[in-house]
């Protein structure tokens, strides 16, 4: 119960020293002349640019990586397609030996029965 009243204290601090903070900007805004008022607002729109160019800078790298992750599943995918044909193209190769090969054993006796018919 102890940490939880520090914890409340401490937020309890932390909100008056914020709360004063706030009163000290407003009286220097209050007290501060038109250029100084100007030379805040210019800071602030240009701070504030800076935020939504790197909102767009996410938006726009977090949409380049998603299209490279669909990219990349692509490429697996085709990669396997490949692998499978390459595959089946292998035991092709195979089965046409074993035909070429049956076929140069029964050449003798092909010619073997054309001699006698």
């Known amino acids: 119960m102890n940490r939880w009243d520090d914890s409340v204290q401490k937020a309890a601090d932390l909100a008056k020293s914020k709360e004063a903070r706030v009163t000290e900007l407003e009286a220097i805004l209050g007290s501060s002349s038109k250029s100084e008022e100007e030379t805040i607002e210019s800071e602030f729109e240009g701070l504030f640019r800076q935020k939504i160019e790197a909102e767009v800078q996410y938006l ?3 949409k380049t990586a998603q299209n490279l992750g669909s990219a990349t599943v692509d490429q697996l995918t085709l990669l396997e397609e490949q692998k499978t044909l390459a595959s089946e193209q292998a035991k092709m190769v195979h089965m046409l030996g074993d035909a070429e090969a ?3 054993a029964l050449k003798p006796q092909n010619q ?3 001699k006698l018919l």
């Open 102 to 104: 049956k076929a140069v």
């Open 60 to 62: 726009a790298l977090s």
């Open 112 to 114: 073997e029965v054309g």
